[in-house]
């Protein structure tokens, strides 16, 4: 019976402190994801700035003239709006693909959360489970526990009702043996 309680002791130590590391290591990837998460949103953030400003020098080269007397666009001035519009889509093309990456992230933080969801169900489930077994144990062992308990009494009641008897017996003895003890006559 001690045997099994140790052994049970020692499954459930096992249980709880395996589920202490696993929390530790599922802390760490998270911590990790997080860092990894918030560097691709600054990346996008600083994407989204420089277009920005790319957008305001497109906008400032359109009102630029350098043609005669300030009055026309001269064919450097067309060019230079060509090349900062160019720029524009190569940065939104960034944009899109570090914005890809970014939303990859998120879904596989999503799918993550949902996969360590499904665990820790599992672990609770297991974890009642292991609860479950252990009242239905103890249950067993108090009942064991008061049978013991009944069968001691019972044999206690046997022991007293035994020495009675025996003393009864001794008692009935020594009297008998007085009783037809020969009387001494004196004349």
Do not use: W
Request: proline share 1%; glycine share 4%; aromatic share 10%.
């Amino acid at each position: 019976m001690n045997y099994k309680y140790l052994k049970f002791l020692f499954a459930c130590i096992l249980v709880f402190s395996g589920s202490a590391i696993l929390k530790a290591q599922d802390s760490t990837a998270l911590k990790t994801d997080s860092i990894t998460f918030e560097s691709q949103r600054a990346r996008v953030n600083k994407l989204l700035n420089e277009r920005s400003a790319k957008f305001g020098d497109y906008d400032s080269s359109l009102t630029k003239k350098t043609g005669v007397f300030g009055l026309f666009k001269t064919k450097g001035d067309m060019q230079k709006s060509i090349d900062i519009l160019r720029n524009i889509v190569i940065n939104d093309n960034h944009i899109f693909i570090e914005t890809r990456k970014l939303l990859d992230l998120k879904d596989a933080q999503s799918e993550r959360y949902q996969k360590l969801a499904a665990e820790y169900d599992q672990q609770v489930s297991a974890y009642m489970k292991t609860i479950n077994k252990l009242q239905q144990e103890n249950d067993k062992l108090r009942g064991d526990i008061s049978n013991l308990e009944n069968s001691d009494q019972g044999n206690d009641n046997k022991l007293f009702i035994a020495i009675v008897i025996i003393l009864g017996l001794v008692i009935s003895v020594i009297y008998l043996y007085l009783k037809q003890k020969p009387k001494k006559l004196t004349v």
